[in-house]
Nanobody, 113 residues
Framework: VQLQASGGGLVQPGGSLKLSCVAS????????MGWYRQAPGKQRTLVAG???????NYAGSVEGRFTISRGNAENTVYLQVNDLKAEDTAVYYC????????WGQGTQVTVSS
């Protein structure tokens, strides 16, 4: 499984971005896709996840501001990030879980005025 993330950038506080992640390879065993983030000097933490049946879960710090969804082709996962705050600055990684957790390369989100 290979994952390609995109959509990060520099945005002002209160702004929005839409992150995308496209998966390729052997996908039929993937049951969960999600997004993690890692700020400098901190551990990688879960942002949001979505199961194959569409169930979602979010970190408390992003609930109500971020929305995870899957594309019609089922090999794409999106993260709509709204009302961004400085503390959302991090590298955002997408992942896909079958027997293993597969990781994409990350996309940088920087929130700064």
């Amino acid at each position: 499984v290979q994952l390609q993330a995109s959509g990060g950038g520099l945005v002002q506080p209160g702004g929005s971005l839409k992150l995308s992640c496209v998966a390729s390879g052997t996908l039929f065993c993937i049951n969960v896709m999600g997004w993690y983030r890692q700020a400098p000097g901190k551990q990688r933490t879960l942002v949001a996840g979505i199961t194959s049946d569409g169930s979602t879960n979010y970190a408390g710090s992003v609930e109500g501001r971020f929305t995870i969804s899957r594309g019609n082709a089922e090999n794409t996962v999106y993260l709509q990030v709204n009302d961004l705050k400085a503390e959302d600055t991090a590298v955002y990684y997408c992942c896909a879980v079958d027997t293993y957790t597969h990781w994409g390369q990350g996309t940088q989100v920087t929130v700064s005025s």
